[in-house]
């Protein structure tokens, strides 16, 4: 700790991110990124951005980027105003604890959650009650009918990968007309079913997406928020007066791309889709425990051996899987759903080691 830190600085718990480790042949499931590369039409979109101009990166890019909203709005049958976006969902969801979230009263997650969310009330001085999952892991509507500052939670939720169904979200946000509620969709197209269909009917319903998973655009940082334009406006402000340009000249060019060619989109989603449910299968032929999943991993545990052992077990064959320390998760492994080579790895990897136990 230093002396010249400001105060409070040494009392925040930042947020861990996944590994990305530098191995050599390393097959990696443990940061949920999307196993097939992003739309061709991305890529075209990045070198027509570029251009043969040496000075298109020399003019700040959009501040608003108006473009990128559009195609935002248009797929989702909403208007600019309706839309917010940023250098990651990451970079949303900081705007959202500060523009809406910052209440007398608590704001209210699962107990077993996106770990960056208690990480921005240390941040941001906001108050928070976590509700526990149910004995299965799943959200349970009843719990967050009750005098609150705002609601978030992922759904999908990760990392327990478990979807509330659409009418649920529904009897929430009828619950709730005082307070806002984030569903923050970082997996929804995955196999949930999104809110942003509930937009025009609950003026407290923000939804928050990101284009690192089906998207495939990790690299780039690339987040949306849409809602009501009372709520937009709120993230707006936050974002003008913290960083008016967060995403650049090619981000917002790719971000169009990847938008608007919705056939590649569909086609890899559900590839991973496939992908999961055939893991799954051979997960459970192996005599793990997996949970329900509609994203793009995997959680499971495996009652015989325990999970960490088994996570240090598969790393030492060069197969990276997320292991969270949390008691009720201990025993757990997140794992990403890759390319059909890269499950097989995986396979073959846990068979090795439980022959040998």
Request: charged residues 20%; proline residues 6%.
């Amino acid at each position: 700790m230093s002396r010249f830190w400001s105060a409070g600085i040494a009392d925040l718990s930042p947020y861990v991110p996944g590994e990305q480790p530098q191995m050599q042949r390393l097959i990696k499931l443990n940061t949920n990124e999307n196993p097939y590369g992003p739309s061709p039409r991305v890529l075209a979109a990045i070198r027509e951005a570029l251009g043969n101009d040496a000075d298109a990166l020399k003019l700040y890019p959009d501040p608003d980027a108006r473009r990128f909203k559009h195609a935002i709005a248009t797929r989702f049958g909403l208007e600019l105003a309706n839309v917010h976006v940023g250098n990651g969902s990451d970079e949303v969801l900081a705007n959202v604890f500060q523009g809406l979230l910052r209440h007398d009263k608590p704001i209210l997650f699962p107990d077993i959650t996106y770990s960056f969310y208690p990480v921005y009330c240390g941040l941001y001085d906001v108050a928070y009650d976590t509700v526990p999952l149910t004995g299965t892991f799943e959200i349970r509507v009843d719990d967050y009918l009750t005098p609150n500052g705002g609601i978030i939670f992922p759904n999908p939720n990760a990392p327990t990968g478990r979807v509330l169904a659409s009418g649920e979200i529904e009897r929430l946000l009828a619950g709730n007309p005082d307070s806002v509620v984030v569903i923050d969709e970082a997996y929804i197209d995955f196999g949930g079913e999104s809110a942003a269909g509930l937009i025009a009917k609950y003026p407290n319903l923000l939804v928050v997406q990101t284009l690192s998973k089906s998207r495939s655009l990790a690299g780039l940082r690339l987040g949306f928020a849409i809602g009501h334009p009372d709520l937009i406006e709120a993230l707006e402000r936050v974002k003008n007066s913290f960083n008016s340009y967060p995403l650049d000249r090619l981000a917002q060019a790719a971000g169009v791309a990847a938008i608007e060619d919705e056939a590649y989109f569909d086609e890899t989603r559900q590839a991973v889709i496939a992908s999961r449910e055939a893991l799954t299968a051979r997960l459970a032929a192996l005599g793990f425990e997996v949970l329900p999943s509609k994203a793009n991993f995997v959680f499971a545990r495996l009652p015989s051996h325990d999970a960490a052992q088994l996570a240090a077990a598969l790393r030492e064959r060069s197969v990276i899987v997320r292991h969270f320390k949390h008691a009720r998760v201990a025993q757990f492994l997140r794992i990403t759903v890759g390319t059909e080579p890269a499950c097989q790895a995986l396979t073959e990897a846990l068979r090795e080691i439980l022959d040998r136990h």
